[in-house]
């Protein structure tokens, strides 16, 4: 029975030791945006890790509304109480969206990396893209912001999920901004495929 019980200990022991921890910042494209929680692709995205055989415990801290800027001010806190192995930062669709200037949100962006990288975490960096509509010149320099942070900081750069999803009308909210619940399953598929090139 001792030997039972000190079998048992030992393997869950284990699995906490090589359990990896994400940690997702982001905003309502993240934050699963009018629909319920248990909906939403980082809620989903525990279980295609594991079909990937990847046993990684996801703590989604995306709030809806959300700009770089409120996720610089939320990530000291955030790395302190969950202390993740890796961080992906989904923000700045709010900056955009909101004109911000591309230089404010890199220099957001810029800082959150480092307090993450300071708690010897792996930051994951995911491409963020306005509407054209913003006029050629300001879409591009915001574009811009995501690759050449990635090659700065050396930091994986994620492909942004909302360019394939936004091809299918029928996945879309009314808003055009928000991807729908039948969208969900396909973007944690798409998230776990892209992590799995990045978590070895």
Same mark, same amino acid.
């Given at each position: 029975?001792?030997?039972? !019980?000190?079998?048992?200990?030992?393997?869950?022991?284990?699995?906490? !030791?090589?359990?990896?921890?994400?940690?997702? =910042? +982001? #905003?309502?494209?993240?934050? +699963?945006?009018?629909? $319920? /929680?248990?909906?939403?692709? $980082? !809620?989903?995205?525990?279980?295609?890790?594991?079909?990937? &055989?990847?046993?990684?415990? =996801?703590?989604?801290?995306?709030?809806?509304?959300?700009?770089?800027?409120?996720?610089?001010?939320?990530?000291?806190?955030?790395?302190?109480? %969950?202390?993740? #192995?890796? /961080?992906?930062?989904?923000?700045?669709?709010? #900056?955009?969206?909101?004109?911000?200037?591309?230089?404010?949100?890199?220099? &957001?962006?810029?800082?959150?990396?480092? &307090?993450?990288?300071?708690?010897?975490?792996? *930051?994951?960096?995911?491409?963020?893209?306005? *509407?054209?509509?913003? +006029?050629?010149?300001?879409?591009?320099?915001?574009?811009?912001?995501?690759?050449?942070?990635?090659?700065?900081?050396? =930091?994986?750069?994620? *492909?942004?999920?909302?360019?394939?999803?936004?091809?299918? $009308?029928?996945?879309?909210?009314? #808003?055009?901004? %928000? $991807?729908? =619940?039948?969208?969900?399953?396909?973007?944690?598929?798409?998230?776990?495929?892209?992590?799995?090139?990045?978590?070895?």
């Amino acid at each position: 029975m001792i030997k039972l !019980v000190s079998l048992l200990f030992s393997l869950l022991f284990s699995s906490l !030791v090589y359990s990896n921890t994400l940690l997702i =910042v +982001g #905003d309502s494209l993240s934050a +699963g945006y009018q629909m $319920p /929680v248990e909906k939403s692709w $980082p !809620v989903l995205l525990p279980e295609q890790l594991k079909q990937k &055989n990847q046993e990684i415990t =996801v703590v989604n801290a995306s709030i809806s509304g959300d700009t770089s800027g409120n996720g610089l001010a939320r990530i000291p806190a955030l790395l302190k109480k %969950h202390q993740p #192995d890796f /961080v992906l930062i989904e923000l700045g669709a709010n #900056d955009g969206l909101r004109g911000f200037s591309p230089t404010i949100v890199s220099n &957001n962006l810029s800082i959150i990396i480092d &307090n993450i990288q300071a708690q010897n975490a792996q *930051p994951i960096l995911m491409q963020i893209r306005v *509407p054209t509509n913003y +006029g050629k010149r300001y879409s591009e320099a915001f574009s811009s912001i995501y690759p050449a942070l990635s090659e700065q900081k050396n =930091v994986p750069l994620m *492909p942004f999920f909302l360019e394939d999803v936004i091809t299918k $009308p029928e996945w879309m909210m009314r #808003d055009g901004l %928000h $991807p729908k =619940v039948i969208a969900q399953p396909w973007i944690a598929e798409f998230i776990a495929t892209e992590l799995g090139k990045i978590i070895k």
